[in-house]
């Protein structure tokens, strides 16, 4: 929630960590916005008619991986597995039993 004063119910713009946000509700004193995909920590900022506000200090959290699933749930060397979970996005590494997989695809 983003907190203020001369916002207005509509037509607000939120740009946070350098993505525009999703704006969700809006009073005079009160924004709540989604964050966008890729942004980053640093400012945040509101637009309205009457011209733009900017505060520094958002901090992005990055979450950890979930993995709900794979399958197959056995095998040998060269045959493909499909994990399944969460914020799989950006990940960098993939290892079975501690070995480092070759190559992957998310």
């Avoid at 989604?34 to 008619?49: C, D, K, L, R």
């Avoid at 959290?61 to 040998?76: D, E, L, Y």
């Avoid at 493909?80 to 480092?100: E, K, P, Q, R």
Wanted: net charge neutral; charged share 0%.
């Amino acid at each position: 929630m983003i907190t203020g004063s001369n916002f207005g119910d509509v037509g607000n713009t939120v740009n946070i960590g350098g993505v525009v946000a999703g704006v969700t509700t809006s009073t005079a004193t009160q924004i709540t916005a989604t964050v966008g995909a890729g942004a980053t920590s640093g400012n945040v900022s509101v637009t309205t008619a009457g011209g733009t506000a900017t505060l520094t200090g958002f901090t992005f959290a990055v979450q950890p991986p979930t993995i709900v699933s794979f399958t197959p749930t056995s095998g040998s060397a060269g045959i493909s597995v499909i994990i399944t979970g969460t914020n799989l996005t950006g990940a960098t590494a993939v290892s079975f039993g501690g070995t480092a997989v070759q190559s992957f695809a998310v």
